[in-house]
């Protein structure tokens, strides 16, 4: 079976062609960066105009390349993410299936990210603790199996990767600052700061980083003030870095002790973070899985592997389906297909 992986939840637009018995057979992504970089951030409508202009001519490059003239059911995102943007991917995969005669599977975003491994040669086993580490989110995730998840702890403000563009931005980094970031932290020292950990004492397994956050902002206006920026900028990246890295993992080692978990899976634009691949595997007793690096952002390659594992679940086309906002936990097992 071919299925075709759309995703439009934010700022890439991407497109895949899974084969159920060959794997991944074809991929283009486009980022919108250089679009919102002048803004700072994305800008919705802007985004969604841009995923319109894009969308088909990603589809039919990459149905092109594989020699495939159409495929047997189509996989879009259809939440949580930006609804003009949802909608573009929904809409075109609503109208393509009637055209094709092939159904549609609506895909969470975030299952989306969580299977991304799966693509892997060496894909994690069920059941496993995973962390999901991006812009929009930041929680850990007890799977138990396809469809059924519990989600351990959550951020109760900003989530890892957003917390990243904004101390970039208190630094004077370009957008996106994350990488940028992480880049500029390879040049400085990361104990140069005691920077605090939130929450990494409490119980439960929530996340916080607000308090990290504002911390930097001291620092960044103390070195302003004294004419120091310059100098400090590399040692500020570093120490942030180390904090908010030291921060997910010790949560993460705390949840997977809690949940015996013999394997934890880290996915999310964040997952590709040099420094949380090295220290989670060093502090880690079990296997630590990860997708490749160009499968950590948003990408077409996940959603089409998240179809193709919910073939069950195909439907007709019918109703354009995109949610802003869509509980993980709310997911069910694929439905069992008769014999």
């Excluded at 594989?66 to 929904?90: C, E, K, N, Q």
């Excluded at 634009?269 to 949380?276: D, H, I």
Aim: proline share 6%.
């Amino acid at each position: 079976m071919l299925v075709l992986g759309l995703e439009t939840s934010c700022d890439e637009t991407g497109v895949a062609l899974f084969d159920t018995e060959q794997g991944l057979i074809g991929q283009a992504l486009h980022s919108q960066v250089d679009l919102h970089a002048v803004y700072g951030g994305v800008v919705p409508e802007i985004a969604s105009r841009d995923h319109i202009r894009r969308l088909l001519p990603l589809i039919q490059g990459v149905l092109d390349e594989a020699g495939v003239s159409r495929p047997d059911a189509i996989a879009y995102t259809a939440g949580p993410g930006l609804v003009g943007a949802l909608m573009v991917a929904g809409g075109l995969a609503n109208g393509l299936g009637l055209a094709w005669n092939c159904p549609l599977i609506p895909v969470h975003h975030m299952e989306g990210h969580l299977l991304a491994p799966m693509l892997e040669d060496n894909a994690p086993e069920f059941p496993f603790l995973a962390l999901l580490v991006s812009g929009g989110h930041t929680m850990l995730v007890a799977v138990a199996a396809l469809g059924s998840y519990h989600v351990l702890g959550t951020t109760l403000d900003d989530a890892v990767g957003e917390a990243f563009d904004k101390t970039a931005k208190l630094l004077g980094l370009a957008y996106p600052g994350g990488p940028a970031l992480a880049a500029l932290a390879e040049h400085g020292n990361d104990e140069a700061y005691p920077l605090p950990r939130p929450m990494l004492h409490r119980e439960g397994f929530d996340f916080s980083f607000s308090g990290l956050k504002t911390a930097v902002m001291m620092l960044v206006r103390k070195a302003e003030t004294a004419g120091t920026i310059d100098d400090a900028r590399a040692d500020i990246a570093a120490s942030f870095q180390r904090a908010a890295i030291d921060t997910l993992i010790g949560r993460a080692l705390k949840a997977a002790k809690s949940e015996q978990a013999q394997r934890i899976v880290v996915a999310g634009g964040v997952g590709a973070n040099r420094l949380l691949r090295k220290e989670l595997a060093a502090r880690f007793s079990g296997s630590v899985f990860y997708p490749r690096y160009e499968y950590c952002t948003d990408n077409g390659a996940m959603i089409a592997i998240a179809g193709a594992m919910r073939l069950a679940d195909a439907q007709k086309p019918a109703t354009i389906q995109a949610a802003a906002r869509w509980s993980l936990e709310s997911l069910a097992p694929p439905k069992v297909r008769p014999d």
